[in-house]
């Protein structure tokens, strides 16, 4: 294997690392007696593009937090293939994971473009938390981004701006739901997180990263 491509696999597997995951189709919370299963969805508007990539942060900034921080991702990836949208009115996924019992929190968030253009909040964001019980299924929410068009220095038209929030999609999300995980059918409680737009007042940082080149060997 060359060394570019040794270089491109470790990305792809640290990348992928990072990412939350569903869990099994068979799943059984009385096999895993310590853990709750959380569904959302995650979305962003579809003037983007499958060239984007909507992330919001879990358990960021928990200290001896059980699980290490990860993101929870609009488009699910494959080895670097970005898969379709669930949705038709916007690029998303429904996620079904599982979390230890206990206080957990979304602490940011973030669009991504394939080509190395970032928005995120300018600011630390007031982290949303919510308690996990063991044993139980709950339905947080849709963590949604609001994209915003502008015109770019030579007047082409760019996904200028995003901002979050936070909406109740439980007719769209749960349905996906009890037809991937019939076992979660009649016991799902909806614990909503607080509706609406997140921050909404504060600003956003753009960032353009600059071209990475990997030496061939």
Not at 7 to 18: K, R
Not at 19 to 36: K, T
Not at 102 to 129: D, Q
Not at 183 to 206: N, S, V
Request: glycine fraction near 6%; hydrophobic fraction near 40%; charged fraction near 20%.
């Amino acid at each position: 294997m060359s060394y570019k491509s040794a270089v491109l696999c470790l990305l792809a597997i640290l990348l992928t690392g990072c990412a939350v995951s569903n869990v099994d189709r068979n799943f059984s919370l009385d096999n895993n007696p310590d853990q709750g299963i959380v569904i959302a969805s995650v979305s962003f508007d579809r003037i983007g593009s499958r060239n984007f990539q909507a992330m919001f942060y879990l358990d960021e900034d928990i200290p001896g937090a059980p699980v290490p921080a990860r993101r929870l991702e609009a488009l699910a990836e494959h080895v670097t293939i970005r898969m379709g949208s669930q949705f038709k009115d916007s690029y998303g996924q429904v996620l079904a994971i599982s979390l230890p019992a206990g206080r957990h929190t979304i602490s940011s968030w973030r669009l991504v473009r394939s080509a190395g253009y970032t928005l995120s909040p300018s600011e630390k964001m007031v982290p949303l938390e919510f308690q996990v019980e063991a044993g139980k299924v709950q339905y947080i929410g849709n963590l949604h981004l609001n994209l915003a068009e502008g015109n770019n220095v030579l007047g082409l038209p760019v996904i200028a701006d995003a901002s979050p929030e936070i909406r109740d999609r439980q007719d769209r999300d749960l349905a996906i739901i009890r037809k991937k995980y019939p076992q979660f059918a009649g016991r799902t409680e909806i614990r909503l997180l607080p509706l609406g737009t997140w921050e909404g007042d504060r600003t956003t940082r753009r960032v353009i990263q600059p071209a990475v080149t990997v030496p061939v060997k």
